[in-house]
Antibody
Framework: QVQLVESGGGVVRPGGSLRLSCAAS????????MHWVRQAPGKGLEWVAF????????FYGDSVKGRFTISRDNSKNTLYLQLNSLRDEDAAVYYC?????????WGQGTLVTVSS | QAGLTQPPSVSKGLRQTATLTCTGN????????ATWLQQHQGHPPKLVSY???NRPSGISERFSASRSGNTASLTITGLQPEDEADYYC???????????FGGGTKLTVL
């Protein structure tokens, strides 16, 4: 079955960096666009970034543009999100989601805590 | 990124019908329609409707979606206790070149 497993979350200081991973299985990863979506504690969902199936085209939310980078390695069935210049407001659970018919499958998420 | 507008909460009785709304503009909801996600506390979101009234396999026929102009709606008939959750709408925005989300509606089944 389709499975997405995020990892790489943790505690990081403001201004620090982190790289999140999303390991995909159960489908042909290289055929699908992929999203990162985050959710701050007790808050709603916020779209972060999208990578087309081949990684050639990427899109970002305004709040992370220039600081976060989405990438993928189709040979490893893995999606990445590089988080740089982290701020307090970046603290959230980060989910990866598949784009087949709009966010059709989601991982369990990985928690990023920003604290000094 | 300007978001979509959803009412913060809706409360309905067991076996009643709830209609959740999501208002955007001509660049997002009014152009390509909305997708709806259901999220139970402590769990990741789950797709319940995409591009207006398309239901993924496994989603109950009690869930139906529609759109009128810049407003999308998700209607849930015969409310069950398991329908109590947060519901989010989302849509691609042609102007922002990205996806926008609504703030979410907490549905309470009394």
């Amino acid at each position: 079955q389709v499975q997405l497993v995020e990892s790489g979350g943790g505690v990081v200081r403001p201004g620090g960096s982190l790289r999140l991973s999303c390991a995909a299985s159960g489908f042909t990863f290289s055929n699908y666009g992929m999203h990162w979506v985050r959710q701050a504690p007790g808050k709603g969902l916020e779209w972060v970034a999208f990578s087309q199936y081949d990684g050639r085209n990427t899109f970002y939310g305004d709040s992370v543009k220039g600081r976060f980078t989405i990438s993928r390695d189709n040979s490893k069935n893995t999606l990445y999100l590089q988080l740089n210049s982290l701020r307090d407001e970046d603290a959230a659970v980060y989910y990866c989601a598949r784009e087949d018919v709009d966010f059709d499958c989601w991982g369990q998420g990985t928690l990023v805590t920003v604290s000094s | 990124q300007a978001g979509l507008t959803q009412p913060p909460s809706v409360s309905k009785g067991l076996r009643q019908t709830a209609t959740l709304t999501c208002t955007g503009n001509t660049n997002n909801v009014g152009n390509q329609g909305a997708t709806w996600l259901q999220q139970h506390q402590g769990h990741p979101p789950k797709l319940v409707s995409y591009r207006n009234n398309n239901r993924p396999s496994g989603i109950s026929e009690r869930f139906s979606a529609s759109r009128s102009g810049n407003t999308a709606s998700l209607t849930i008939t015969g409310l069950q206790p398991e329908d109590e959750a947060d519901y989010y709408c989302t849509a691609w925005d042609n102007s922002l070149r990205g996806w926008v989300f609504g703030g979410g509606t907490k549905l309470t089944v009394l």
